[in-house]
C-alpha cells in the first residue's frame, strides 16, 4: 500500500507553503478584499513563475508535464492561503478544457501561453439561478458567432478568453466554445460577489467571434468530464481552506480566556473543534482518492470527484463557519481575517455546482459503479 | 499514489489467502458446535498452522508479522464468514498489556494459550460509578499475606461467563488522589467469591455482566505493574482497546441503505430517485469511503513502518453514530413497516431494526462519543483538559453524587 504523497510532492508543499507565507500573507488577500479588486496581479505573476501554472501542461507546450499529484499539493497549498488569484479558472478549468477539447491549433495557441500566466482562461456555464442543464441553454455558437449572456463567470473581467457552454441542436445538446474576451462584442460588467477577493462578471455576447471547442454536440459531456476533473482540484483547495481554519480557531481558543481558563479547554469548543477534525480527516481522505483516480484516468473518477468534492464542501463550509462562531464577536469584525475562510468556502462551494449538485452526482456515479 | 501491495506484501497475502483458502471452515465444519466452541476451533486450527496473533513472537505462538503484515491477514480473513470475537479482549488488550508489563513466567504460561484460543479473557474495569471517569473506581484490595482480597462490583463485562481469566484495576490505597492509587492484577474467574450476573440490554440481549467480588482472594504474584502503578497499565490496555475496536459499526451501510431505499416507493418512484433520500445516501458515503481511504493511509504508515498518525481514532466515533443514524433513516424508508421487527416479516430479516436497538451500544463501549471527542481534542489538537475538581484531593474526599 502506498496511498500517499511522495517525498519530492512533500518537498513541494513545504516550497509551496513558504513561498505563500512570504508572498500570500494575509495582508495581500485583505488588500483585494479592501478594495473589492479581481485579483492580485503581482501574485499572479510570481506564482506563474514559480510555475504552477504550468504543472500539468505537456513539456511539448512549454509545461512541466508533472502529474496531478504535483497540482493537487499546489491546490491545497492556495487554498490554505486564500490566494486572490485566478488559479482555478485559468488552470484547473480553461487549461482542463483545451487540454481535454482543443485541436492542436487551439494547443499551440493557449496552453504555452497558460503555462507561463501570460493570459487568463476562464470558464463559464451558469446563466441565472439553479441548477444548469442543456435545455436550459440561452448562449448559441452559429456560424462563428457567439450571443447570449454568461452570469456569473468567475474571473471573468481579467480574463483573457472564455470557454463557453453553449445550446446545440445535435448530440447532447451543447457545445464548447472558445470566445477571446477582449473584442468589441463582448461586453463585461463586474458583479459583486460574497468574496471580494476574487472578481466575478456578468458577460455578453453580441455576436462575438468564438471557434468550436471539441464537437459539436458533444459540450455537455465534455463539460461533465471537465466538471468531475476540476471538482478534485477545487476539492484539495477546499480542504487547505478547512485545515487552515480549524488551526485558527484553535490558536484562538487556546489563547481566549473566559471565566477563569482558556475557552479551548471548555468540551463545547473541544467538541466543535474535535468535529472539524473528524469532517477535515475524511475530506482529505477522500481527496487522496479523488488525486488517485484524476491521475491515474480512473473509471471511477466520477465516483471519486462528487466523494471529494462532497465532502470538501462540507468540511470547508463547516470550518469556516465554526472559525467565525469559535472567534465570538470578533469573529464578525471586518478587522479579523476568519471572514477569508468564510467568503472563500462558500464561493468555492458554489463555483462548480453545489453540495447538492454533487451529491446527485454521487449517487448517479455509484449507481453507475455497481451496474458496471 | 496507488494501493498497491509492495512484492512482498503480495506474497504474504498469497500465502494467507492460499491457506484460508484450503482451511477456513465451511457452515458444515461448525455444524453442532455453540459460538464459543466454533471460535475455539477455528482459533485452534489458525494457532497449529502458525495464523494465529501473527504479530506476537514465535515463542508465545506468533509469527513475529509486521503491523502491515497483520492488517492484511485481517483483510483476506474477513473474507470468510468464520468465528470472531471472543478472543478479542484477551489477545487484543490483555496480551498486550501482559507483554509489557509481565513477568517471563506470566508470558510462558498465558500467552501461547491466548494464542490458541484455549483461554478467554475478560476485561474487568468499569464500574457503576467509574464508566467514563474511570479512575473513580471503588472496588478494593486490601494485602494479606502474599494474597490480595478483593471486594467490590464491575459493571458492563463482556463475555464474563465464558472467560478464564480477567484483567481486573483495582483500588489499593483510597487515602492518595484518585489516579494514584490504583492497581492491576489479573486473576481466574473460577476463583471463589467471583459471581456473575448477565445484564438484560435494551435489545433484550445479555451480552455483559456484572460481576461481584466478594473477598476474593488473587497471589501478589498475579499483580502487574507496582502497586499504586495501576493507571499506568490500564492505559496500555485502553490505548489497545482503541486500536482493536477501530473502524466501528459493521451493520447498516451506503449498500444496503441503497438496496432498501430501491425496494420502497415515494410518490409513486423508488426511493433512490428521492434527491432527499439521495443527498442522504451521498453524505453516508462520503463518511465509509472517507474512514475507508483514511484506513488506506494508516496502512501506508503501517507499510512505510511508521506509526500511523491520530487520524486512525476517528472510526469509531464516525461509525457508531452512523450506523444509528442509517438504521433510523432505513426504517423511516419502510414507513409504518419500519416498525416491524421480525426475522419473517421485516426487509433483510430485521438486521436494521436490531442495528437501531444496538446501535446506542456502539457509542458507548470503548470510550463514548464524547470521550473519543475529548481525546481528538487533547491529544491529536493539544487542547486542555477541562479543569478537575478532584485533582490532587485523596480519593476518600471526592465528591459523589450521593450513594456511596
Not at chain 2, 320 to 348: H, R, T, V, Y
Amino acid at each position: 500500500m502506498n496511498f500517499e504523497f511522495s517525498e519530492e510532492q512533500e518537498l513541494l508543499r513545504e516550497q509551496a507553503r513558504g513561498f505563500l507565507a512570504d508572498n500570500c500573507a494575509p495582508s495581500v488577500v485583505r488588500g483585494v478584499l479592501d478594495s473589492q479588486g479581481d485579483y492580485d496581479a503581482d501574485l499572479w505573476k510570481k506564482v506563474a513563475e514559480m510555475g504552477w501554472t504550468s504543472t500539468v501542461i505537456p513539456e511539448e507546450f512549454g509545461g512541466l508535464g508533472l502529474s496531478y499529484l504535483e497540482l493537487v499539493v499546489v491546490a491545497e497549498e492556495l487554498g490554505r492561503a486564500v490566494a486572490p488569484i485566478p488559479f482555478s479558472s485559468s488552470v484547473y478549468l480553461a487549461t482542463e478544457a483545451i487540454l481535454a477539447n482543443g485541436s492542436v491549433e487551439q494547443k499551440e495557441k493557449w496552453l504555452p501561453k497558460l503555462a507561463s500566466g501570460e493570459v487568463v482562461g476562464t470558464f463559464a456555464l451558469a446563466e441565472g439561478s439553479g441548477r444548469p442543464s442543456a435545455e436550459s441553454l440561452n448562449t448559441r455558437f452559429e456560424a462563428g458567432k457567439l450571443t447570449g449572456k454568461k452570469l456569473p463567470v468567475p474571473d471573468g473581467n481579467i480574463a483573457d478568453f472564455a470557454v463557453i457552454v453553449t445550446k446545440s441542436d445535435t448530440g447532447d445538446g451543447a457545445s464548447l466554445a472558445l470566445v477571446e474576451l477582449n473584442q468589441e462584442a463582448v461586453i463585461r460588467s463586474s458583479v459583486r460577489t460574497l468574496d471580494f477577493s476574487r472578481g466575478h462578471a456578468s458577460i455578453e455576447f453580441k455576436g462575438a467571434e468564438a471557434e468550436i471547442l471539441g464537437a459539436d454536440g458533444s459540450g455537455w459531456s465534455a463539460m461533465e468530464s471537465l466538471m468531475d476533473r476540476a471538482a478534485v482540484m477545487f476539492a484539495w483547495e477546499q480542504v487547505g481552506i478547512a485545515d487552515a481554519a480549524l488551526e485558527q480557531a484553535r490558536d484562538y481558543a487556546m489563547g481566549r480566556y473566559a471565566f477563569g481558563r482558556a475557552i479551548a479547554s471548555y468540551q463545547a469548543i473541544k467538541h466543535k473543534l474535535a468535529d472539524m477534525y473528524v469532517k477535515n480527516t475524511l475530506a482529505r481522505s477522500n481527496c487522496y482518492y479523488g488525486a488517485w483516480a484524476l491521475n491515474s484516468d480512473s473509471s471511477e473518477l466520477g465516483l471519486a470527484a462528487a466523494t471529494a468534492r462532497v465532502g470538501a464542501i462540507q468540511a470547508s463550509v463547516n470550518a469556516a463557519q465554526e472559525n467565525v462562531q469559535t472567534h465570538g464577536g470578533m469573529g464578525f469584525t471586518w478587522e479579523f481575517d476568519c471572514q477569508f475562510f468564510y467568503r472563500r468556502a462558500k464561493l468555492l462551494s458554489v463555483n462548480i455546482g453545489s453540495e447538492g449538485f454533487w451529491q446527485d452526482k454521487l449517487i448517479t456515479a455509484y449507481e453507475q459503479s455497481n451496474v458496471a | 499514489m496507488d494501493f498497491a501491495d509492495t512484492q512482498e506484501e503480495a506474497a504474504f497475502r498469497q500465502e494467507a489467502a492460499d491457506w484460508l483458502k484450503a482451511n477456513a471452515p465451511s457452515k458444515q465444519d461448525l455444524e453442532g458446535m455453540d459460538e464459543i466452541e466454533a471460535a475455539k476451533f477455528w482459533q485452534k486450527k489458525k494457532y497449529d498452522a502458525g495464523w494465529a496473533c501473527i504479530t506476537w513472537n514465535k515463542e508465545f505462538g506468533g509469527r513475529g508479522a509486521t503491523a502491515i503484515q497483520s492488517v492484511i491477514w485481517n483483510q483476506e480473513e474477513s473474507k470468510y464468514d468464520v468465528p470472531q470475537g471472543v478472543f478479542q479482549i484477551g489477545q487484543g488488550m490483555a496480551a498486550p498489556t501482559l507483554m509489557t508489563w509481565g513477568q517471563p513466567e506470566h508470558h510462558e504460561r498465558y500467552l501461547p494459550k491466548l494464542a490458541s484460543g484455549e483461554e478467554i479473557w475478560c476485561q474487568l474495569f468499569s464500574e457503576p460509578a467509574g464508566g467514563s471517569d474511570l479512575a473513580a473506581l471503588r472496588t478494593k484490595a486490601e494485602k494479606e499475606g502474599d494474597d490480595w482480597i478483593i471486594n467490590g462490583q464491575k459493571i458492563w463485562t463482556s463475555g464474563a461467563h465464558y472467560s478464564d481469566y480477567g484483567i481486573l484495576v483495582v483500588r489499593t490505597d483510597p487515602n492518595v488522589a484518585k489516579h494514584k492509587g490504583l492497581s492491576y492484577f489479573f486473576l481466574d474467574m473460577k476463583s471463589p467469591g467471583v459471581e456473575i450476573k448477565p445484564i438484560k440490554q435494551l435489545t433484550g440481549g445479555a451480552g455483559f455482566n456484572e460481576v461481584y467480588f466478594t473477598d476474593v482472594r488473587i497471589p501478589d504474584s498475579q499483580r502487574l505493574g507496582e502497586v499504586g502503578q495501576g493507571w499506568q497499565v490500564a492505559l496500555t490496555t485502553l490505548m489497545n482497546e482503541r486500536a482493536a475496536i477501530g473502524g466501528g459499526g459493521g451493520g447498516v451501510n451506503v449498500d444496503l441503505a441503497y438496496k432498501i431505499a430501491s425496494e420502497v416507493m415515494i410518490d409513486g418512484k423508488t426511493a433512490t430517485q428521492d434527491s432527499a433520500v439521495r443527498a442522504k445516501l451521498a453524505n453516508w458515503y462520503v463518511q465509509e469511503s472517507g474512514l475507508k481511504f483514511t484506513g488506506y493511509r494508516s496502512m501506508t504508515a503501517l507499510s512505510k513502518g511508521t506509526t500511523p498518525g491520530p487520524e486512525n481514532s476517528i472510526g469509531k466515533l464516525v461509525g457508531a453514530p452512523k450506523n444509528q443514524e442509517m438504521a433510523s433513516f432505513c426504517m423511516d424508508l419502510m414507513e409504518m413497516n419500519g416498525a416491524i421487527w421480525d426475522e419473517e416479516l421485516s426487509k433483510e430479516a430485521g438486521l436494521v431494526q436490531m442495528s437501531y436497538m444496538g446501535s446506542p451500544g456502539l457509542r458507548i463501549a470503548g470510550g463514548t462519543d464524547e470521550i473519543m471527542a475529548n481525546i481528538i481534542a487533547e491529544r491529536v489538537l493539544g487542547l486542555p483538559q477541562e479543569p478537575r475538581m478532584d485533582k490532587g484531593m485523596p480519593f476518600t474526599d471526592v465528591p459523589t453524587g450521593g450513594g456511596s
